[in-house]
C-alpha cells in the first residue's frame, strides 16, 4: 500500500486505474488501427462471455426495480 498526501491507495487500484486510462489512451487515438492493440482488443472481447460480473450487476438491478 502506497499514501499519496496522506491517503493510502492499494497497488490494486494504481494497477486498474493504469490499465484504464491506458484503454481511453488506446481508444482515443490512432492505435486502435495497430495489430498489436486490435489482437489485444479482440482477445479482451473474447474473454467477455467469461466474466459475470455483469449478470450480477443485472439482477441486482433487477431486485430494485
Known sequence: MLTF????VTYESLVFLALFLGSE???ASR???NSVA????????ALKP??????????VKDVFK
Open 38 to 45: 486490435q489482437l489485444i482488443l479482440s482477445g479482451i472481447n
Open 5 to 8: 498526501l496522506g491517503i493510502k
Open 25 to 27: 489512451a488506446i481508444g
Open 50 to 59: 467469461l466474466r459475470r460480473e455483469d449478470d450480477q450487476i443485472n439482477r
Open 31 to 33: 492505435l486502435k488501427d
